[in-house]
């Protein structure tokens, strides 16, 4: 039993973790990588999703019922490698054996329904010292007001 039969069941990772819900989508601040990852709908649902009892199949059934469109595990499986590529996941799921579909091949297959291909966004966070490098714009805090002003 595994990914291809749908009975696998991911955990999603929590420590570490800084989570915040905005609209639609998810943040979570990696304090570790220093990264900040932004998981559109589907994304945040899976990952919501992946509570270690909850398998792959159930997922998808999940995931179609709450965005209203047909959703299956080729969808989940998309989420779960963007999400272990994130390191957001306790433990990486295997690859079906049939081989990833890429996000094109994705899209291409949903046609209208795309809206439910899940995606996760991800930047790094500069460090200190790359915040104040040169040509680059510095802030600075007044105490007074409480104010903060950008300084070319």
Known sequence: MGLDDGTECPRARREGLTVETIDNEVLVFDEASQRMHCLNRSAALVWAYCD????????????????????????VHFALRQLAEQDLLEEAPALPSGGALTRRQLLARLGAAAVIVPVVTSIAAPR?????????????????????????
């Open 52 to 75: 270690g009892r909850t398998p792959v199949a159930e997922m998808a059934r999940r995931l179609g019922s709450e965005l209203g469109v047909e959703a299956d595990a080729d969808v």
């Open 128 to 152: 200190p010292a790359a915040a104040l490098s040169p040509g680059g714009t510095t802030m600075t805090t007044s105490s007074v007001t409480g104010t903060i002003t950008g300084v070319g």
